[in-house]
């Protein structure tokens, strides 16, 4: 298992894991999703002004291939059994997960702030991912500290380096450094968006999951 970096961010857990690409058949998965952008580029049945190419409320639409999975769930029953052994857990759990979208962005293309009902933490997996010319998922912090700050202690957060999750409290909103192949896990309740991307070349993939436990 790779190691896995913990940071916390407004307070929230934050893990970071990379899933190792040759254990799964990652070449199918990243070609059925291609295909998938091809036949329509912007495929956007969530909400009105978002503009990128995802599967969520359309998954049954039969204009699309079926993405082949099959060989990612047990690496992520895996990852997310060694996730959930770090975390000070006060008795014995279950947990379930599902694979509830996919993500194809190109050049320009974002995703609206948003978060995950229904789930206890979400996962996201860059199977395609270029650092230089995509974003990573931009947390929002949304205490409400955050909106005063920079009016009463204006001086306050330039002090504090914006490179350092720990610091992340006095940001309105943070990326992490994050590599093609890495697996990001976080509290489904953190929310999120993803910034306009500038490849032209190549597209932004992400495979996201809602994941839930409780008690055995």
């Known amino acids: 298992m790779s190691s896995v970096r913990s940071y916390t961010l407004f307070g929230f857990p934050i893990m970071q894991t990379r899933i190792d690409p040759t254990a799964y058949d990652k070449k199918s998965i990243v070609s059925a999703i291609e295909k998938n952008f091809k036949i329509k580029k912007v495929r956007n049945k969530w909400d009105e002004t978002s503009v990128l190419h995802h599967v969520y409320n359309d998954g049954a639409n039969p204009q699309f291939n079926k993405i082949p999975y099959d060989t990612l769930i047990p690496v992520y029953e895996k990852v997310l059994l060694d996730l959930f052994s770090r975390l000070e857990l006060l008795s014995s759990f279950k947990f379930s997960f599902s694979i509830i979208n996919y993500t194809c962005l190109s050049s320009s293309n974002h995703m609206n702030s948003h978060l995950h009902e229904g789930a206890d933490f979400a996962g996201v997996h860059y199977i395609q991912f270029d650092k230089k010319n995509h974003t990573s998922t931009m947390f929002e912090n949304t205490s409400p500290h955050v909106d005063y700050l920079r009016q009463l202690r204006p001086k306050l957060?330039?002090?504090?380096?914006?490179?350092?999750?720990?610091?992340?409290w006095a940001y309105k909103d943070w990326h992490l450094d994050t590599e093609e192949d890495d697996f990001c896990f976080s509290p489904a309740y953190l929310k999120h968006r993803i910034d306009p991307q500038r490849s032209k070349k190549k597209n932004r993939i992400t495979i996201v999951l809602n994941i839930t436990m409780e008690p055995k």
């Open 157 to 168: 957060p330039n002090l504090l380096s914006n490179k350092h999750p720990s610091n992340s």
